[in-house]
């Protein structure tokens, strides 16, 4: 008989969250509070602050106004800690062409300090259905291994929270098997919020954030 693993103790909250580029609202405020297990879906008009609202929660981005708590086994984790408690797919993220899937993956493994790099990348290809091209450079990968490779990336350090930016962009319907069965794995003991305006996407998610405003268009 097998054990279900237990739930990992991360929490999300936000109060009064905003940002404005140069003069511009990017983000309205915002407030909610979220816990693992589960998904989370960031809906809302194209420029109302989903990638905004991600990059402040991975700790990429210095929100303009409010606060934002991310806890992971009852401590509070600091801005510059996130990057080892959050994993980031986003299609900003760019890989080497030259180098192969496995390559990228494994310098990625190395960068955060993880022992067996090789081994992680393998997991990791593994987990999004990318084995059989773990060794094509990325520049022969279609836009939807691509994405892919960026899930993989994601989760390459086991994070307890997962932040996907628009993660169905370019996938045929095998990939969204894909992601839809990876999301549904990580949330049965951690956190995932995903960004989306696709149904389909939102769908997997118990709730949802919905941001106002029109983002970039509003004045600060």
Known sequence: MSVAAPATAVSLSARDLAHRY????GLSPVSFEV?????????GANGSGKSTLLRIVSGLLRPSHGALRLTHDGRDVAPVERRRHVGLATPELAFYPEFTAHENLAF???AHGLAGPAAAAD????????????HDRVSALSSGMKQRLRLAFAL??????LLLDEPG?????????????????H??????????????????AERRIELAGRGLGDPA
């Open 169 to 185: 962009a370019h996938m045929d319907e095998e990939g969204r098997g894909v992601l839809e069965a990876f999301v549904a794995d």
């Open 156 to 161: 390459l350090h086991r994070p307890p929270l």
């Open 123 to 134: 997991a990791a290809l593994a987990r999004v259905g990318l084995t059989a091209r773990a």
């Open 187 to 204: 949330a049965r003991t951690g956190l995932v919020l995903i960004a989306t305006n696709e149904e389909r996407e939102w769908r997997l």
């Open 22 to 25: 140069a003069g511009r609202r």
């Open 35 to 43: 816990a693992a297990p589960g998904v989370v879906a960031v809906t």
């Open 108 to 110: 990625a493994a190395e």
